[in-house]
């Protein structure tokens, strides 16, 4: 895979555009460039050199369907083939594929990978029919997945959790056959590093190599021959730093960095989302209830919101259902979301399903829509037998750090 251009994003990459020139050539021998992006619209967005002219035309892009939440990643394992990836605004991960021929699953469609995230994804090809997937989950753990020329690995939905606690998007590279180096911002700002040697992770299944250094940028990373690697970070400074890894050591040492000078801004003047939106679905009960349901949350820049859920009793027993959806902002507040309803069973009187779909507008998202569109992580509490309070506490407790809770609804 030749790489031409990747942009240098902040923490969370929010660089709206990818190009990538395609393995080797096409079947008319020239070899072509492709560019993709997110729309206003949130659509991804693709236009193409074919080594004559730009198409659909040096004015208008291809439309791909889709709505993103994040810039997308592009890989390409052999001549006229590319895959695409990206983060729905329902955090789950999506992916489209170019054979030669046609667009897969559809020119408008996307297949669904799974996943919760909170990173745009990193994508890299060692080989032919191969790719490996990575990105932060909502709990900042780097997740990965593989396709191995005939499934996705873990499974279609699935991924493999590899540990770490992150605060910006992964970079990858690969520097031969069944070789893998990741690389990320840890949450204290330092940098870390695995590696998969064709036969395991080092320096395990979920530890880390710690890097040093003291970022506020994700990294950027190449590789220019058999085992070597140049990374690449903005120091909390916004100065240029560097760090090689020549086959035997990491240059100029393990925990040092190269300054490079220069003074950077790490973040991008780029246009905020406007809104976001989070599903969860399936929301189901333990201890044998029969009930189910699903719930989504959008929030907008202006703080109107809207809270809709359903849930429907698939058994005898009647149940009074409580609901607690929250989503934390980048200064560590929680914005919470409850529901409580009742559903009927077989055998008692009223409807066995309950629904709901709230409107309104709150003045604590308008004033804190920077750091809702800088990062926002969704979670969800559900019982038939625990109290709005006790859900309530649960979520925060597993929120991690919370500084401020603004009950919304």
Known sequence: MEQCLVPFPNRMGTARWSVQCSSGHDKVGHQPSHIFGLGMD????????????WVPSPLEWEALGGEFDSPPAVASWGPDRLDIFGLGVDKQMYHKAWDGQAWFPSLAGWEPLGGAFNS?????????????????????????????????????????????????????????????DIFGLGTDEAMYHKAWDGSGWYPSATGWELLGGAF???????????????????????????????????????????????????????????????????????GGVPVGGSSHITVRQDGTYNFSGHFHDSGATEYNLNMIGGVKDSANRVYTFQ???????????????????????????????????????????????????????????????????????
Do not use: C
């Open 42 to 53: 949130h659509q991804m967005y693709h236009k193409a050199w074919n080594g004559n002219m």
């Open 120 to 180: 745009p994804p990193a994508v890299v090809s060692w080989g032919a029919n191969r790719l490996d997937l990575f990105g932060l989950g909502a709990d900042n753990q780097m997740y990965h997945k593989a396709w191995d020329g005939n499934a996705w690995f873990p499974s279609a939905s699935g991924w493999e959790a590899l540990g770490g606690a992150f605060d910006s998007q992964p970079a990858v590279a690969s520097w031969g056959y069944n070789r893998l």
């Open 216 to 286: 506020n940028s994700a990294p950027a990373v190449a590789a220019w021959g058999k085992d070597r690697l140049d990374i690449f970070g903005l120091g909390t400074n916004n100065e240029m730093y560097h760090k090689a890894w020549d086959g035997s050591a990491w240059r100029p040492s393990v925990s040092s960095w190269e300054p490079l000078g220069g003074t950077f801004d790490p973040s991008p003047h780029l246009a905020p989302a406007t809104n976001l939106s989070f599903a969860f679905d399936p929301i189901t009960f333990g």
């Open 339 to 409: 529901q409580a309803g009742h559903v009927a069973g077989t055998f008692e009187p009223g409807s066995r399903d309950y629904d709901w779909n709230i409107d309104g507008q709150n003045p604590a998202i308008a004033a804190n829509w920077a750091d809702l569109a800088r990062r926002a992580d969704p979670s969800m509490k559900a019982s038939a037998s625990s109290d709005l309070t006790n859900l309530t506490n649960e979520l925060i407790g597993a929120a991690g750090l919370v500084l401020a809770v603004v009950a919304v609804v």
